[in-house]
């Protein structure tokens, strides 16, 4: 055992090729086979909404805050929503304390262009005054363990966020402009669809692998991740420097839409689940 470590350590790509030429992953999962998810709601009784999400090792927490502000002045009868990735040194050695990563950035980037392509909430639902206020709803995504598919599960665990979001009604005097706040009354946000992102890793610029772990996506030739949302792609980000063909490509869409039906079924069964958590 102590030999194989010391292999995996020398040579990381040819362990994992042998691991390859033999159908099956370090992990013992075959190609196309997906980490355990499971999913908990409701978890932080300080926030607006909250979602504990796991991807085999991969364990992300969604929080989300409402706040009220004046809104935009390109849209003035708008609230917005603003999603937030934390990577800390907790999720990971590679990380480190200070500023937001690029990496973060544009996992925060990616979860905003999600939302926006996915129609996912209609933000003149968040308007309580035109011109005057509106609701800012911040989507707070934390990392506490990162080992691969970060994306989807941020995704998912922003969507169970989102949909169990609750906000007091806010009664507005267009007189005095002023605005009391009912936090005894609440409303549920109308969240009005639910998309599931995929990843999916090639391996010597053929090999394809989905849910890929830490340690595949430092070896990967490629990073695709793609959105589905009603059985239509509302997203799709790649990294990485090999190209991906078109074959490829179906793949990656056929097994999207696919994981959207399993995932978007989990999350509703927990959301219908009186003890809101499920495996």
Aim: proline share 5%.
């Amino acid at each position: 055992m102590e030999s194989q470590s010391l292999y995996k350590l020398i040579h990381p790509v040819k362990y994992y090729r042998d691991h390859l030429n033999q159908e099956v992953r370090p992990d013992a999962r075959k190609f196309l086979e997906y980490r355990p998810i499971s999913v908990n709601v409701n978890s932080i009784g300080t926030a607006d909404g909250s979602a504990v999400v796991k991807y085999g090792e991969t364990t992300v927490v969604c929080g989300i805050k409402a706040e009220l502000a004046v809104p935009k002045a390109t849209d003035p009868d708008s609230g917005y929503v603003v999603p937030n990735v934390e990577l800390t040194p907790l999720c990971s050695p590679k990380y480190r304390p200070g500023p937001p990563t690029d990496e973060a950035q544009v996992f925060s980037k990616n979860l905003m262009d999600i939302l926006i392509n996915s129609n996912c909430i209609n933000t003149k639902d968040l308007c309580i005054e035109k011109e005057k206020l509106v609701w800012v709803l911040y989507c707070d995504v934390s990392c506490f363990n990162y080992d691969g598919s970060l994306l989807d599960a941020a995704t998912l665990a922003l969507m169970g966020a989102l949909h169990t979001c609750t906000l007091p009604k806010v009664i507005y005097d267009s007189n005095t402009q002023t605005y009391k706040v009912d936090d005894e009354n609440r409303w549920k946000l109308n969240v009005k669809s639910l998309p599931v992102s995929t990843t999916f890793m090639v391996f010597d610029d053929s090999t394809v692998v989905v849910d890929p772990t830490a340690e595949e996506e430092e070896l990967s030739s490629s990073l695709t991740t793609v959105t589905s949302c009603n059985s239509e792609i509302c997203f799709m980000y790649k990294s990485g420097a090999s190209s991906v063909d078109t074959k490829q490509l179906d793949l990656f869409i056929e097994l999207a839409k696919s994981q959207e039906v399993k995932v978007s079924s989990l999350l509703r069964s927990v959301l219908e689940s009186p003890n809101k958590s499920t495996t």
